[in-house]
């Protein structure tokens, strides 16, 4: 079946301007996540969606950045007034929810990558 | 101390020699533990999961737990030039969040 897909692939700003990226996650996954990944840095969590709801924002680095899912399916990362030390690949995965072990296996999509000039 | 701690690397090993991949663990009461490969400017790769101490094999893969020395490891046989990636491990404590915490990954080369 279709995987975790992204979009836009690459995405370049200036400095100030908000950016939107949208992530569709695997079909019947209902958990949802957002991490970052800057250049040879780990991975960094953002976000976690179960359903619409978001029970865990505590990755989110500040005010500038919000996230929603609608339909508990498609996800938009909103980044407002981006900052260069926002540069980054912005990866969303997927994973069934629930409480079995197995529903922790997390999907990754291709990612998008923000380049604030 | 970081929470999940790998070696950089690089790891470098034969084409057909065993890769041995570890990570250690602050969390005592994680749980869920998972190993992904990571090609360069590609996203990661979900390849084993562990659940309970032991090991597990899936083809060239065993992925090894210990809770008590809070010690994982992925091993890789018959290691092929195409297994030349970033391995990261990956951990979600027990205490109800479903975030995976990374570690910062081990670049393995394979020399053909």
Known sequence: GAGVSQSPSNKVTEKGKDVELRCDPI???TALYWYRQSLGQGLEFL????GNSAPDKSGLPSDRFSAERTGGSVSTLTIQRTQQEDSAVYLCASSLGGGAFSSYE???????????? | QKEVEQ???PLS?????IASLNCTYSDRGSQ??????????KSP??????YSNGDKEDGRFTAQLNKASQYVSLLIRDSQPSDSATYLCAVNPYTGRRALTFGSGTRLQVQP
Do not use: C, K
């Not at chain 2, 869920?32 to 400017?41: A, D, K, L, M």
């Not at chain 2, 790769?45 to 562990?50: F, N, R, V």
């Open chain 2, 32 to 41: 869920s533990f998972f190993w992904y490969r990571q090609y360069s400017g």
């Open chain 2, 45 to 50: 790769e979900l390849i084993m999961s562990i």
């Open chain 2, 7 to 9: 070696n950089s690397g």
């Open chain 2, 13 to 17: 090993v034969p084409e057909g020699a």
């Open chain 1, 106 to 117: 997390q999907y990754f999509g291709p990612g998008t990558r923000l380049t604030v000039t």
């Open chain 1, 47 to 50: 976000i976690y969606f179960q």
């Open chain 1, 27 to 29: 079909s019947g996954h």
